[in-house]
């Protein structure tokens, strides 16, 4: 008997324009919202469908998790997508997140570098794998302790599925409210994943110019 396939719950949130101009968005990803369609018909509502309906020509050239919010690039033309695939290919693209964790962050910063590969037994899950598993570097610094919790900068320098929360699990402390990776006293303290993406930075492919978008998270 199969089981019955999993629904996403459908943000009503807006989606926020920050930055518009003749090739590319940058807008705003709500928690709780798809980057692209899933595989059920009653998961197809996400983001790039909703900017389509706009911007017809809008494609994605990476993605937020489901959970995660925060700030997206979105190419509007063939050169404009492929001249950001190859920056973040090369790893040229600023990407800054912050998260709220489980527990006090002793080290004011520091660097979690731990491979990464697919739990294909508990998929969508990642595990840690030194004998398969992918290169992947998470650098932190800590912007506030409060209490039994922490609040991280992250910058990713690599971009593997689940790495910000499986890193930070590894590390010790959970993001709050990742049903995924952290224990139940951590998924309790938080209404929601703990995580968005603040910062995006890149050269522009039609100016030449560094395009840095900010977007500030609401918790």
Request: net charge neutral.
């Amino acid at each position: 008997m199969e089981s019955a396939p999993y629904l996403v719950p459908h943000s009503q949130e807006e989606i926020a324009i920050l930055h518009r101009d003749d090739n590319l968005l940058l807008v705003r990803k709500p928690d709780l919202l798809l980057s692209i369609p899933g595989r059920h018909p009653l998961n197809k509502d996400c983001l790039i469908t909703r900017l389509q309906r706009e911007w017809p020509t809008a494609s994605i050239v990476h993605r937020l998790d489901l959970d995660t919010s925060g700030i997206m690039v979105i190419p509007l033309d063939r050169e404009t997508h492929a001249h950001i695939s190859r920056q973040f290919q090369q790893r040229r693209v600023e990407k800054n997140y912050h998260a709220v964790v489980h527990g006090r962050v002793q080290q004011d910063e520091g660097e979690i570098e731990l491979p990464i590969a697919c739990d294909w037994a508990n998929r969508p899950r990642q595990k840690i794998c030194h004998e398969r598993g992918k290169h992947a570097l998470t650098r932190y610094r800590v912007l506030e302790r409060l209490g039994d919790r922490t609040r991280l900068l992250l910058m990713p320098v690599t971009g593997r599925s689940h790495q910000l929360r499986i890193h930070l699990r590894e590390l010790g402390h959970p993001i709050l409210g990742c049903d995924m990776y952290a224990h139940r006293e951590a998924l309790d303290m938080a209404p929601r994943l703990m995580l968005h993406a603040t910062t995006l930075a890149f050269e522009h492919p039609a100016t030449g110019d560094w395009l840095r978008g900010e977007c500030s998270p609401d918790f």
